[in-house]
């Protein structure tokens, strides 16, 4: 799992929601490469013409809001987003994210990078987010050690396999 990552942000306000994050009316489907197609799509319908595998999604308060689906953590993670930052995180969704194995960085001053689209970089060594076109820089929330190593195994599933490998 890379530890800085960087891509084009995808700015969005507060309260998103599963529902925008993955519609209900897809929920039927179960393969993650359908699945990736509808990725934001209710609240942004043309999002994945603008989006490359890597790149963050940026949120603000209670991001992830709404039912506890997984399917909401699935289309992010198969289309291929890098992290999600936001001001906070619905708390199901929060810990789906990491079960799943999906970064999402808690940034209370995120808004203060004024990401448009920039380019921006997200350093989970260090725990600061950039902007790389101001080059300015706001502090962010570590992760635990456990939701680390959660994130370096891609998820919780990976990380009992390995754990209970050979025995």
């Known amino acids: 799992m890379e530890k800085v990552i960087v891509g084009k942000s995808h700015v969005f306000g507060n309260n998103i929601d599963t529902d925008q994050i993955y519609p209900g009316r897809f929920v ?18 043309n999002f994945l013409d603008h989006f490359t595998p890597g ?43 990491f079960n799943l194995g999906l970064p999402l960085i808690a940034c209370k001053d995120i808004d203060q990078l004024e990401l448009d689209g920039d380019q921006m970089q997200v350093d989970m060594e260090n725990w600061v987010i950039k902007n790389k076109v101001t080059e300015k820089e ?10 680390m190593e959660l994130l370096e195994h891609g998820g919780i599933k990976n990380l009992i396999r390995e754990q209970y490998k050979g025995k």
């Open 55 to 97: 790149d963050v999604i940026v949120g603000g308060t209670n991001f992830g809001c709404g039912s506890s689906r997984e399917h909401a953590v699935i289309t992010l993670k198969s289309a291929g987003v890098g992290a999600v930052v936001a001001k906070s995180f619905a708390r199901i969704f929060y810990r789906n994210a």
């Open 28 to 45: 039927e489907l179960v393969d993650p490469v359908e699945i990736a197609k509808y990725a934001m799509i209710g609240a942004k319908e």
């Open 138 to 147: 706001v502090p962010c929330e570590p992760i635990s050690e456990y939701a």
